[in-house]
């Protein structure tokens, strides 16, 4: 049964609203929630330039073919009480449900033109936002086939998950060459990257750019310590979380994507919410400078780290639950008392995703809304034309504290 044929048939059942295409499945129920209850946490930003100067008139044609390509985007939640959250299509007249995208568009500098994209986490994570930016350049270009429909993304709740684990973005891949230490020969110069410092997002977050060399070299030193920079950098600011709250524990729940986890997988477009979310409680320690310095204890606590993750990943299983024990679910998380928590998602590279529309476009990052949580961080990384950006959202009086940890472990390595 394709997409629409499921969404055709959902729609038939007792109960179904008016224009209603399908009820939200386990994973988009619990963001749609969560994004609801705590003030628009997960939602996603990602800002970028492209080259060339646009007309209104221009870019709102190119938005009509975008939206007709993507049905996903004309879709609103509907919460229908015992139904729980549907997904349904816009009707002429007011708007019911909550819209899921934004778009900002405004004069970057001479030539160049600044896109704002929000997209809601039901519709949209981590992995997937390159997949939507693509289709909005197709059509400011004039890419044939830019408005061809594709289809709305499945309910994973009726799929069939095949079981082998999600362990593969928790460990690193062989080690590479040992480096005597990162940073160490010659430095930066013509054609090498460089720190780029730290680039605030509106408020929001901020978000932390490594050059495309010192990328490279970061990874290096962590793959001959057979660590994942994202694995090395939640470590990092697990332990900062601790510190601060004065716990030995922080839950680290890494966003995982499940895209080739499911026997149906040919149904499953990028665009979309398939996640798994792996949550597992690490023990931290000192402060990064101390534990990146000497006797490498943060290098071992990133290894025990990603072992535990793996292990969590393993035992995952999606999870098929009523629309009001989800709410439940996140209404006692919203409650606080669990401890910090700190999400990751590693999006890995854009590159071959925006296509040939790679060279227009400079400044891509992403921001993960953090929400309310006092407590709470998010940790977004993806890498651009081989440069890593790290959007780093916290919550709480701490923000300044994590951003310096986050910051200074990467400058230490870079200075070393």
């Known amino acids: 049964m394709s997409g629409g044929e499921r969404g055709r048939a959902q729609a038939g059942r007792p109960g179904t609203p008016v224009g209603g295409v399908r009820r939200l499945g386990d994973t988009e129920a619990t963001f749609a929630y969560t994004h609801a209850l705590m003030r628009g946490r997960g939602g996603l930003t990602t800002s970028f330039t492209v080259n060339g100067v646009f007309s209104p008139e221009r870019v ?13 985007l004309s879709l ?21 449900g909550e819209r899921l995208w934004g778009l900002r568009v405004g004069r970057a500098s001479e030539g160049a033109t600044r896109f704002s994209l929000s997209l809601h986490p039901a519709i949209c994570d981590g992995h997937s936002v390159g997949r939507l930016v693509r289709p909005l350049l197709d059509a400011l270009f004039g890419v044939p086939g830019a408005g061809a429909e594709e289809e709305l993304p499945p309910d994973t709740d009726e799929l069939t998950y095949e079981s082998g684990g999600v362990c593969g973005v928790c460990a690193p891949g062989p080690a590479r060459r040992a480096m005597s230490s990162y940073g160490g020969g010659a430095g930066a110069g013509p ?6 410092g730290v680039v605030r ?75 798994g979310v792996v949550r597992a409680r690490l023990r931290a320690g000192g402060a990064g400078r101390e534990a990146v ?36 679910a996140v209404e006692r998380e919203a409650a606080g008392g669990a ?57 709480g009086p701490w923000a300044a504290v994590a951003e310096r940890e986050l910051s200074d472990a ?7």
């Open 60 to 72: 709102e044609a190119a938005v009509e073919l975008w939206l007709r390509r993507l049905p996903l």
């Open 76 to 96: 609103r939640i509907e919460d229908t009480g015992s139904g729980g959250l549907w997904f349904r299509r816009g009707e002429p007249g007011p708007p019911s």
């Open 191 to 196: 054609g090498r990257g460089r720190w780029t």
């Open 201 to 275: 997002e509106g408020g929001e977050g901020v978000t932390l750019a490594l050059g495309a060399y010192e990328t490279r070299r970061l990874r290096d030193w962590c793959g001959a310590r057979r660590l994942t920079v994202s694995g090395f950098l939640a470590t990092v600011l697990a332990d900062a979380f601790a510190r601060e709250s004065g716990r030995r524990e922080v839950t680290v729940a890494r966003a995982v994507s499940l895209r080739r986890r499911y026997a149906e997988r040919a149904l499953i477009s990028e665009p979309g919410c398939v996640l």
């Open 293 to 328: 310095g000497a006797g490498g204890d943060l290098v071992g606590r990133a290894r025990g780290h990603a072992e535990v993750l793996c292990s969590a990943g393993r035992e995952w299983r999606p999870e098929r639950r009523a629309h009001t024990a989800i709410r439940r």
């Open 339 to 395: 401890g910090p928590e700190l999400r990751v998602t590693d999006a890995g590279s854009v590159d071959t995703v925006l296509g040939p529309h790679a060279g227009r476009v400079t400044g891509l990052r992403t921001v993960v809304a953090r929400g309310d949580g006092a407590l709470d961080g998010a940790l977004h990384l993806s890498t651009f034309k081989g440069a890593l950006t790290v959007g780093l959202a916290v919550g």
């Open 410 to 416: 990467m400058l230490l390595l870079h200075r070393r």
